[in-house]
């Protein structure tokens, strides 16, 4: 598929963002009025490996689903990371003409459903149903010859495709994995797109401390540390998520109200040279577990 198909689909993307995560347009502005380019080194999803049926049988919610997506514009599987102790399995996928199209790489969580315990799983499961979920092959195949209306049909792939959850529900996964709660609000949606400190090409900002300084000194509230280090040849940050006001559902009448809940953080990441063979350097192009464990951690929700 043509890579300006992922371009334009990514661009709509950001627009949902920035509209909801101010932090990230804030950042768009800090660089732009240093004389300086914005460009993303990641998207991230976060999804839930578990089966649910829908009306093109039975789907996984988790990798598998996004990564067809992302597999059909090109991109390739090349890297995995696994999260025991939080019952977390990522991939993150590259596109082998990244620069020439300035793709963005993709980072592609999932929640492993089967290995919660049983009373969290079912509320789980109780919550999410696959009948509204889009059939992306279908959408691939269908409007293969119309760029514009496959881009706006894949578009709508980024949601939730379940009704809320009970607040009930959403309250007791929470008490169990903060990661599991936020995809039954928040569903496929965005978690958070990268500003790449190395294409910021301005002297004002030339490293993630001075970007880091900055987006503070524009009252951003920011993670307190740095992840990562110089030898390992990735250092990220972010800024705290935002609260939005959310739909759940009431537990005694099943009427929809509006609770604060999290929604996302912006990241920023400047990456660096590591010695692959002695007397040879490449930049590092994948992403340290580490640091993605304490990211995941910017959306918990103390209840």
Same mark, same amino acid.
């Given at each position: 598929?043509?890579?300006?198909?992922? *371009?334009?689909?990514?661009?709509?993307?950001?627009?949902?963002?920035?509209?909801?995560?101010?932090?990230?347009?804030?950042?768009?502005?800090?660089?732009?009025?240093?004389?300086?380019?914005? $460009?993303?080194? =990641?998207?991230?999803?976060?999804?839930?490996?578990?089966?649910?049926?829908?009306?093109?049988?039975?789907?996984?919610?988790?990798?598998?689903?996004?990564?067809?997506?992302?597999?059909?514009?090109?991109?390739?599987?090349?890297?995995?990371?696994?999260?025991?102790?939080?019952?977390?399995?990522?991939?993150?996928?590259? =596109?082998?003409?990244?620069?020439?199209?300035?793709?963005?790489?993709?980072?592609?969580?999932?929640?492993?459903?089967?290995?919660?315990?049983?009373?969290?799983?079912?509320?789980?499961?109780?919550?999410?149903?696959?009948?509204?979920?889009?059939?992306?092959?279908?959408?691939? =195949?269908?409007?293969?010859?119309?760029?514009?209306?496959?881009? $706006?049909?894949?578009?709508?792939?980024?949601?939730?495709?379940?009704?809320?959850?009970?607040?009930?529900?959403?309250?007791?996964?929470?008490?169990?994995?903060?990661?599991?709660?936020?995809?039954?609000?928040?569903?496929?949606?965005?978690? =958070?797109?990268?500003?790449?400190?190395?294409?910021?090409?301005?002297?004002?900002?030339?490293?993630?401390?001075?970007?880091?300084?900055?987006?503070?000194?524009?009252?951003?509230?920011?993670?307190?540390?740095?992840?990562?280090?110089?030898?390992?040849?990735? *250092?990220?940050?972010?800024?705290?998520?935002?609260?939005?006001?959310?739909?759940?559902?009431?537990?005694?009448?099943?009427?929809?109200?509006?609770?604060?809940?999290?929604?996302?953080?912006?990241?920023?990441?400047?990456?660096?040279?590591?010695?692959?063979?002695?007397? $040879?350097?490449?930049?590092?192009?994948?992403?340290?577990?580490?640091?993605?464990?304490?990211?995941?951690?910017?959306?918990?929700?103390?209840?």
């Amino acid at each position: 598929m043509n890579p300006e198909i992922a *371009r334009h689909l990514f661009s709509l993307l950001w627009q949902d963002y920035t509209a909801r995560v101010s932090y990230a347009h804030t950042y768009e502005q800090m660089i732009v009025g240093a004389g300086g380019c914005v $460009k993303n080194d =990641h998207i991230a999803f976060r999804s839930l490996r578990m089966m649910v049926d829908s009306p093109q049988g039975k789907v996984n919610l988790g990798i598998e689903y996004l990564g067809q997506l992302a597999l059909s514009f090109g991109y390739e599987a090349v890297g995995e990371y696994t999260f025991a102790e939080t019952h977390l399995f990522a991939r993150h996928y590259r =596109h082998p003409q990244q620069e020439k199209f300035d793709l963005p790489k993709l980072f592609i969580s999932e929640l492993i459903v089967d290995e919660l315990p049983d009373a969290i799983a079912q509320l789980i499961h109780q919550t999410v149903a696959g009948e509204n979920l889009l059939n992306i092959s279908a959408i691939l =195949h269908t409007f293969k010859t119309d760029a514009k209306r496959l881009t $706006k049909e894949l578009h709508k792939i980024f949601s939730r495709p379940w009704q809320p959850p009970r607040q009930s529900i959403l309250e007791e996964v929470n008490k169990y994995t903060q990661y599991g709660a936020w995809v039954l609000l928040h569903g496929f949606s965005v978690n =958070h797109f990268t500003g790449y400190v190395n294409s910021q090409n301005t002297p004002e900002y030339p490293d993630i401390e001075t970007t880091a300084c900055g987006l503070a000194k524009l009252s951003v509230p920011m993670k307190a540390e740095i992840e990562g280090d110089v030898n390992c040849g990735l *250092r990220q940050t972010a800024t705290q998520a935002v609260t939005e006001i959310v739909t759940v559902l009431d537990d005694s009448t099943g009427a929809e109200i509006q609770i604060p809940w999290t929604y996302a953080y912006y990241e920023i990441a400047q990456r660096y040279m590591v010695e692959v063979e002695p007397g $040879k350097q490449v930049l590092f192009d994948g992403f340290l577990g580490k640091n993605a464990q304490q990211l995941f951690e910017m959306t918990r929700v103390s209840k």
